[in-house]
Protein backbone atom coordinates (compact mmCIF):
# COMPACT_ATOMS: atom_id res chain seq x y z
CA UNK A 1 0.00 0.00 0.00
CA UNK A 2 1.09 3.42 -1.23
CA UNK A 3 2.10 5.60 2.10
CA UNK A 4 -0.27 8.78 2.00
CA UNK A 5 2.01 11.82 3.70
CA UNK A 6 1.22 14.74 5.14
CA UNK A 7 -0.28 17.45 2.57
CA UNK A 8 -1.63 14.62 0.28
CA UNK A 9 -5.10 12.67 1.28
CA UNK A 10 -7.23 15.60 0.22
CA UNK A 11 -10.61 13.96 -0.47
CA UNK A 12 -12.34 17.24 -2.52
CA UNK A 13 -13.73 16.16 -5.94
CA UNK A 14 -12.00 19.27 -7.58
CA UNK A 15 -15.09 19.46 -9.63
CA UNK A 16 -13.47 20.05 -13.06
CA UNK A 17 -16.21 20.07 -15.28
CA UNK A 18 -18.19 22.82 -12.72
CA UNK A 19 -15.05 24.73 -13.09
CA UNK A 20 -15.47 25.37 -16.86
CA UNK A 21 -19.37 26.90 -16.20
CA UNK A 22 -18.14 30.41 -14.46
CA UNK A 23 -21.88 31.54 -14.03
CA UNK A 24 -22.44 28.33 -12.55
CA UNK A 25 -19.52 28.99 -9.65
CA UNK A 26 -21.09 31.89 -8.92
CA UNK A 27 -24.23 30.42 -8.43
CA UNK A 28 -22.58 27.61 -5.86
CA UNK A 29 -20.86 30.51 -3.93
CA UNK A 30 -23.98 32.00 -3.09
CA UNK A 31 -25.76 28.96 -2.26
CA UNK A 32 -26.15 28.23 1.68
CA UNK A 33 -24.81 24.79 1.34
CA UNK A 34 -20.88 26.88 0.42
CA UNK A 35 -18.09 26.51 3.20
CA UNK A 36 -15.35 29.05 2.77
CA UNK A 37 -11.62 28.02 4.52
CA UNK A 38 -9.66 32.06 5.09
CA UNK A 39 -6.31 32.41 5.09
CA UNK A 40 -4.41 35.26 6.84
CA UNK A 41 -1.05 35.68 5.49
CA UNK A 42 -0.83 32.44 4.10
CA UNK A 43 -1.56 30.70 7.02
CA UNK A 44 -5.05 28.44 7.86
CA UNK A 45 -8.27 29.40 10.31
CA UNK A 46 -8.40 26.44 12.25
CA UNK A 47 -10.78 25.92 14.66
CA UNK A 48 -9.57 24.75 18.41
CA UNK A 49 -11.50 21.40 19.13
CA UNK A 50 -9.41 18.75 21.29
CA UNK A 51 -8.58 17.93 17.90
CA UNK A 52 -7.83 20.94 15.90
CA UNK A 53 -9.39 21.46 12.52
CA UNK A 54 -9.53 23.51 9.28
CA UNK A 55 -12.25 26.19 10.55
CA UNK A 56 -14.46 26.40 7.61
CA UNK A 57 -16.83 29.25 7.59
CA UNK A 58 -20.69 29.01 6.80
CA UNK A 59 -21.75 30.71 3.85
CA UNK A 60 -23.96 32.77 6.40
CA UNK A 61 -21.10 33.73 8.69
CA UNK A 62 -19.00 34.33 5.52
CA UNK A 63 -21.53 37.17 4.90
CA UNK A 64 -21.95 38.47 8.15
CA UNK A 65 -18.49 39.04 8.53
CA UNK A 66 -18.79 41.10 5.05
CA UNK A 67 -15.18 39.61 3.84
CA UNK A 68 -14.86 40.07 -0.10
CA UNK A 69 -17.32 41.26 -2.31
CA UNK A 70 -15.31 40.29 -5.19
CA UNK A 71 -16.05 36.78 -6.47
CA UNK A 72 -12.91 37.01 -8.57
CA UNK A 73 -10.91 36.09 -5.33
CA UNK A 74 -12.45 33.57 -3.93
CA UNK A 75 -11.12 30.26 -4.98
CA UNK A 76 -12.98 26.87 -5.91
CA UNK A 77 -11.90 24.10 -4.05
CA UNK A 78 -14.27 21.43 -5.41
CA UNK A 79 -17.00 19.50 -3.47
CA UNK A 80 -16.61 17.28 0.05
CA UNK A 81 -18.37 14.26 0.62
CA UNK A 82 -21.74 16.09 0.98
CA UNK A 83 -21.50 17.67 -2.03
CA UNK A 84 -20.88 21.04 -0.15
CA UNK A 85 -19.30 23.02 -2.64
CA UNK A 86 -15.90 24.36 -0.78
CA UNK A 87 -14.20 27.73 -1.55
CA UNK A 88 -11.01 29.73 -0.12
CA UNK A 89 -10.24 33.15 0.31
CA UNK A 90 -7.12 34.90 1.56
CA UNK A 91 -8.09 38.39 4.08
CA UNK A 92 -5.71 41.16 4.38
CA UNK A 93 -6.57 41.19 8.40
CA UNK A 94 -5.89 39.32 11.38
CA UNK A 95 -9.86 39.36 12.19
CA UNK A 96 -11.82 38.48 15.54
CA UNK A 97 -14.02 35.70 14.92
CA UNK A 98 -15.14 35.45 18.92
CA UNK A 99 -18.71 36.74 17.81
CA UNK A 100 -19.29 34.14 15.98
CA UNK A 101 -19.52 31.77 19.36
CA UNK A 102 -16.46 29.60 17.61
CA UNK A 103 -13.06 29.44 18.46
CA UNK A 104 -11.27 30.23 15.80
CA UNK A 105 -7.66 31.45 14.65
CA UNK A 106 -5.22 31.71 12.19
CA UNK A 107 -2.16 28.98 12.76
CA UNK A 108 1.09 28.59 11.01
CA UNK A 109 -0.02 26.05 8.06
CA UNK A 110 3.67 23.99 8.95
CA UNK A 111 3.12 23.66 12.44
CA UNK A 112 -0.68 22.90 12.14
CA UNK A 113 -0.59 19.82 9.38
CA UNK A 114 1.09 17.69 12.32
CA UNK A 115 -2.60 17.96 14.38
CA UNK A 116 -4.97 18.19 11.82
CA UNK A 117 -6.12 15.26 9.79
CA UNK A 118 -4.62 13.74 6.58
CA UNK A 119 -7.65 14.80 4.15
CA UNK A 120 -7.33 18.30 6.08
CA UNK A 121 -3.55 18.46 5.30
CA UNK A 122 -4.25 17.97 1.50
CA UNK A 123 -6.89 20.60 1.42
CA UNK A 124 -4.61 22.91 3.11
CA UNK A 125 -1.74 22.20 0.66
CA UNK A 126 -4.50 22.80 -2.54
CA UNK A 127 -5.77 26.04 -1.13
CA UNK A 128 -2.12 27.43 0.66
CA UNK A 129 -0.41 26.60 -3.10
CA UNK A 130 -3.06 28.11 -4.95
CA UNK A 131 -3.77 31.17 -3.24
CA UNK A 132 -0.22 32.22 -3.20
CA UNK A 133 0.35 30.93 -7.01
CA UNK A 134 -2.58 33.29 -7.88
CA UNK A 135 -1.25 36.09 -5.86
CA UNK A 136 2.18 36.17 -7.52
CA UNK A 137 0.77 35.92 -10.78
CA UNK A 138 -0.82 39.10 -11.16
CA UNK A 139 0.92 40.06 -14.61
CA UNK A 140 0.90 38.07 -18.01
CA UNK A 141 4.71 37.10 -18.39
CA UNK A 142 4.30 37.34 -21.90
CA UNK A 143 3.63 41.02 -22.34
CA UNK A 144 3.24 42.08 -18.54
CA UNK A 145 -0.62 42.78 -18.67
CA UNK A 146 -2.88 42.40 -16.15
CA UNK A 147 -4.61 39.04 -15.77
CA UNK A 148 -8.02 37.25 -14.21
CA UNK A 149 -8.77 34.22 -12.31
CA UNK A 150 -10.46 31.82 -14.54
CA UNK A 151 -12.13 27.92 -13.63
CA UNK A 152 -12.08 28.90 -9.70
CA UNK A 153 -8.34 29.92 -9.41
CA UNK A 154 -6.73 26.98 -11.43
CA UNK A 155 -6.41 29.17 -14.59
CA UNK A 156 -5.18 32.66 -15.11
CA UNK A 157 -5.82 34.74 -18.65
CA UNK A 158 -4.08 37.23 -19.67
CA UNK A 159 -6.65 40.47 -20.66
CA UNK A 160 -4.02 41.62 -23.33
CA UNK A 161 -2.77 38.61 -25.44
CA UNK A 162 -5.69 36.24 -24.30
CA UNK A 163 -2.59 33.68 -23.04
CA UNK A 164 -3.65 31.00 -20.64
CA UNK A 165 -1.57 30.58 -17.53
CA UNK A 166 -1.83 27.57 -15.41
CA UNK A 167 -0.42 27.03 -11.92
CA UNK A 168 2.91 25.81 -11.62
CA UNK A 169 4.50 22.60 -9.83
CA UNK A 170 8.03 22.66 -8.65
CA UNK A 171 9.29 18.94 -8.88
CA UNK A 172 12.36 18.25 -6.36
CA UNK A 173 14.02 14.58 -6.30
CA UNK A 174 14.69 14.01 -2.34
CA UNK A 175 16.66 10.41 -2.41
CA UNK A 176 18.01 8.16 0.71
CA UNK A 177 21.67 7.03 -0.80
CA UNK A 178 22.74 3.80 0.64
CA UNK A 179 25.06 0.97 0.10
CA UNK A 180 24.66 -2.31 2.28
CA UNK A 181 24.02 -1.39 5.66
CA UNK A 182 24.49 2.07 5.70
CA UNK A 183 23.40 5.55 4.42
CA UNK A 184 24.54 8.83 3.30
CA UNK A 185 22.74 11.98 4.57
CA UNK A 186 23.79 15.81 4.59
CA UNK A 187 23.67 18.74 6.63
CA UNK A 188 22.12 21.96 5.09
CA UNK A 189 24.03 25.18 6.18
CA UNK A 190 20.63 26.29 7.98
CA UNK A 191 20.69 23.40 10.06
CA UNK A 192 24.57 23.24 10.89
CA UNK A 193 25.90 22.00 14.52
CA UNK A 194 21.86 20.56 15.03
CA UNK A 195 23.24 17.47 14.47
CA UNK A 196 20.29 17.21 11.99
CA UNK A 197 20.86 15.58 8.61
CA UNK A 198 18.39 14.49 5.80
CA UNK A 199 18.22 12.90 2.35
CA UNK A 200 20.07 14.37 -0.73
CA UNK A 201 17.60 16.76 -2.88
CA UNK A 202 17.17 19.43 -4.94
CA UNK A 203 15.14 20.87 -7.65
CA UNK A 204 15.04 18.72 -11.06
CA UNK A 205 16.10 21.04 -14.17
CA UNK A 206 14.24 21.10 -17.12
CA UNK A 207 14.74 18.17 -19.90
CA UNK A 208 15.51 15.45 -17.16
CA UNK A 209 13.97 12.38 -15.98
CA UNK A 210 13.32 11.45 -12.40
CA UNK A 211 16.34 8.98 -12.58
CA UNK A 212 19.09 11.15 -13.93
CA UNK A 213 17.69 13.99 -11.64
CA UNK A 214 18.68 11.88 -8.81
CA UNK A 215 21.72 11.06 -10.35
CA UNK A 216 22.82 14.76 -11.02
CA UNK A 217 22.02 15.56 -7.84
CA UNK A 218 23.48 13.14 -5.80
CA UNK A 219 26.93 13.40 -7.67
CA UNK A 220 26.78 17.04 -7.43
CA UNK A 221 26.09 16.90 -3.72
CA UNK A 222 28.21 13.74 -2.55
CA UNK A 223 30.70 13.18 -5.72
CA UNK A 224 29.29 9.41 -5.49
CA UNK A 225 27.61 7.53 -8.51
CA UNK A 226 24.77 5.54 -8.32
CA UNK A 227 23.23 2.24 -9.90
CA UNK A 228 19.85 1.18 -9.08
CA UNK A 229 17.10 3.99 -8.62
CA UNK A 230 13.71 3.27 -6.90
CA UNK A 231 10.65 5.60 -6.64
CA UNK A 232 8.64 5.25 -3.33
CA UNK A 233 6.34 7.47 -3.04
CA UNK A 234 5.84 11.54 -3.81
CA UNK A 235 4.54 14.50 -1.30
CA UNK A 236 2.79 17.89 -2.05
CA UNK A 237 5.11 20.47 -0.01
CA UNK A 238 2.99 23.90 -0.27
CA UNK A 239 6.11 26.22 0.48
CA UNK A 240 4.89 27.56 -2.44
CA UNK A 241 4.59 24.68 -4.41
CA UNK A 242 6.64 21.59 -4.44
CA UNK A 243 6.26 17.99 -4.98
CA UNK A 244 8.96 15.74 -3.71
CA UNK A 245 9.55 12.71 -5.94
CA UNK A 246 11.02 10.26 -2.75
CA UNK A 247 13.58 7.56 -4.19
CA UNK A 248 15.79 5.21 -2.81
CA UNK A 249 19.25 5.09 -4.76
CA UNK A 250 21.84 2.41 -4.36
CA UNK A 251 25.79 3.88 -4.78
CA UNK A 252 27.97 2.12 -6.57
CA UNK A 253 31.43 3.94 -4.74
CA UNK A 254 31.98 5.14 -1.05
CA UNK A 255 34.44 8.47 -1.34
CA UNK A 256 32.17 10.89 -0.74
CA UNK A 257 33.22 14.61 -1.79
CA UNK A 258 31.38 17.85 -0.67
CA UNK A 259 29.63 20.79 -2.65
CA UNK A 260 30.75 23.15 0.33
CA UNK A 261 29.11 25.54 -1.80
CA UNK A 262 25.36 23.69 -0.62
CA UNK A 263 26.20 21.24 1.88
CA UNK A 264 27.98 21.80 5.26
CA UNK A 265 28.65 18.14 5.63
CA UNK A 266 27.55 14.91 4.12
CA UNK A 267 28.64 11.36 5.27
CA UNK A 268 27.87 7.41 5.66
CA UNK A 269 25.52 6.64 8.92
CA UNK A 270 25.14 3.21 10.24
CA UNK A 271 22.08 1.46 10.18
CA UNK A 272 22.12 0.97 13.76
CA UNK A 273 22.63 4.93 14.06
CA UNK A 274 19.79 5.81 11.69
CA UNK A 275 17.42 3.46 13.63
CA UNK A 276 18.23 5.23 16.80
CA UNK A 277 17.54 8.34 15.27
CA UNK A 278 14.25 7.46 13.96
CA UNK A 279 13.65 6.49 17.61
CA UNK A 280 14.95 10.25 18.90
CA UNK A 281 17.55 8.28 20.88
CA UNK A 282 20.80 9.13 19.10
CA UNK A 283 23.83 11.05 20.68
CA UNK A 284 24.97 12.49 17.17
CA UNK A 285 22.12 12.25 14.76
CA UNK A 286 18.80 13.95 14.20
CA UNK A 287 16.60 13.19 11.56
CA UNK A 288 13.40 14.73 9.94
CA UNK A 289 10.17 14.15 12.06
CA UNK A 290 7.04 12.31 9.71
CA UNK A 291 5.92 15.51 8.14
CA UNK A 292 8.89 15.03 5.92
CA UNK A 293 8.58 12.14 3.38
CA UNK A 294 12.61 11.96 4.02
CA UNK A 295 11.92 10.60 7.88
CA UNK A 296 9.76 8.00 5.51
CA UNK A 297 12.05 7.18 3.17
CA UNK A 298 14.87 6.88 5.77
CA UNK A 299 12.18 4.31 7.85
CA UNK A 300 11.75 2.03 4.84
CA UNK A 301 15.16 1.54 4.65
CA UNK A 302 16.30 1.13 7.86
CA UNK A 303 13.41 -1.44 8.67
CA UNK A 304 14.15 -3.30 5.55
ZN1 LIG B 1 -0.30 38.63 -22.08
Not at 49 to 76: C, N
Not at 135 to 160: A, D, Q, T, V
Not at 223 to 238: A, N, V
Request: proline share 4%.
Amino acid sequence: MSIIHTFSGNNLDRGDSTRHDEKKLEKLFESRKAKILTFYELNPLIENFEIPQLGWLTKDEFAELKLSEDFSKILFLGFDRDQSPCFALEVNKNIEYKHLGRDLCYVDSREIATEISENETGILAQAKSNIEWNKKNKYCSSCSNPMEPFRGGIMRKCLGCNLEHFPRTDPVVIMLVYKNDRCVLGQTRLRQKSGFYSCLAGFMDQGESIEEAVRREVKEESGLQIGEIKYHSSQPWPFPSSLMIGCHAEATNEKIIIDKNEMTDVKWFAKEEVILALKNKSKILNVPGPIAIAHHLIKSWAYN
